[in-house]
Structure formats: C-alpha cells, structure tokens
C-alpha cells in the first residue's frame, strides 16, 4: 500500500486522501444509525465487509428498520448497485491476473471515478487501488466506531440521525443529475414513491420507482424523433 502511494501523483494523492478521510465519517453514521436504530451490532460491520456499498447498505437498513421486508430490501439494494457492473467493465484494466475478484468487490463510484480521471496505466491502477483500498479500510473502520457508539444512543431523533439516510443517499444522487435524462428519471422516480408510500409498505414504494427508468428511455425517444 505504502509504494502505491509513493507512485500517486501528489495532488492526486492528497485528493484521494480526503475521499477516504471522509468515507470514515460515513461509515460511523452508518453504524450509529443501524445499532441504535434496533438492529444487532454484528449486522453493520458485516454488510460493511461483505457488501461494502454505502448506497446499498443505507437502502437496506432504511427499508427493514421502517418496516418493509428482508426481500424488498435485498432487492432495492442489488438495484442500487447495479451500476457497478459498466464502472466494472470500464476499469477492468486495473485488475491484474490473480486480483480481479478482489478488486470486483471493493469498487465504489469514487475509485472508478478517480481511475478514469487517469491517462497513464501506472496512474490509472495506483489510483485505483489506492482509493479502493483505502476506503475499504476507512469504511470498516467507520462503522466498527459508530455501531459502538450507537449503543449508547436511545433516540436517533434527537440527535437528528434519523435524517441521514436520506440525506446521504440524496448526496450521492446529487452529482448524476447531470443531464436530461436521469433528471427526468429522478423526477419520476420520486413522484411515483411519493403517491404510493401511504399506501404501501415500506420498500415497495422505492422498488415502483424504478418507472422513472422507462420515463428516461421514453423522453430519449421522443427527442430522437424531434430532432429528425
């Protein structure tokens, strides 16, 4: 890890740094949350190691603790990171012979991000690993602190925790809202969630959502047609 640093260029370093310092405070929220939310300390710090998806993670344990069920849960978090699979694809070149399934499990948005950003080969895998690694540590190590320290908590509300699951899985949807079509998808997505939470169970109003994709395709469409 040491000489994967050494190879970083210094601004890209430094910034990589940050990410990773940040992903710590994260992942407290996250075990904090979950533990004093009612689930059992082991379950945050095993997802953060098995799974080790922030959106995912959040998505799960917001749905089960408001009541919806395990397979609304599971399914809305495979969802959630099924935009893992084309980052997957893009950056497959960083994943020496040996290292790929490894490498497959700790990708987030931000090593991806942080990969391509990258020309040179050498950069572009120092980056990669990097970041991954780093996070993965930081994530873990994060979560260990928080799910301790959310034992110690009897009411999220009142030190406003009840708030970042949705605050956090909004930041990370912030930065994709960066053309048409996925802001169309967003808009319909949220619609469709709000009109049909009173009537459904928790979960399932997140999973109908999922409409905002064919709203996205169809507004595609229809500009392909105007512009012919």
Same mark, same amino acid.
């Given at each position: ?17 940050? @990410? $990773? ?8 929220? +996250?075990? !904090? *949350?979950? /533990? =004093?939310? #009612? ?9 953060? @190691? $098995? ?8 998505? +799960?344990? !917001? *749905?089960? /603790? =408001?009541? #919806? ?10 969802? $959630? ?16 012979? #040996? ?130």
């Amino acid at each position: 890890m040491r000489s994967i640093w050494r190879t970083l260029d210094p601004e890209l370093a430094r910034d990589i740094a940050l @990410v $990773v310092a940040a992903c710590a405070f994260v992942g407290m929220s +996250f075990g !904090a *949350i979950t /533990v =004093s939310s #009612g689930l059992p300390v082991w379950l945050p710090m095993l997802m953060s @190691v $098995v799974v080790f998806a922030g959106a995912a993670q959040f998505m +799960f344990v !917001a *749905i089960v /603790v =408001s009541g #919806g069920s395990l397979i609304a849960a599971v399914v809305a978090g495979l969802l $959630v990171n099924t935009r893992m699979l084309p980052l997957g694809f893009a950056i497959g070149d960083v994943h020496a012979t #040996g290292w790929r399934r490894i490498g497959s499990h700790v990708i987030t948005d931000e090593s991806a991000a942080f990969t391509l950003s990258q020309r040179d080969p050498t950069q572009r895998r120092a980056a990669y690993w990097a970041c991954s690694i780093g996070l993965f540590v930081c994530w873990n190590i994060g979560t260990l602190i928080g799910a301790f320290g959310g034992t110690i908590i009897s009411d999220t509300n009142a030190f406003g925790l009840d708030a970042a699951f949705p605050a956090v899985l909004l930041a990370l949807l912030l930065p994709s809202l960066d053309n048409g079509p996925t802001r169309r998808a967003a808009a319909t997505g949220v619609v469709v969630a709000l009109a049909t939470s009173p009537f459904l169970t928790a979960g399932m109003p997140v999973l109908l959502a999922l409409v905002g994709v064919l709203a996205s395709l169809g507004g595609d469409r229809f500009a392909g047609k105007v512009a012919a």
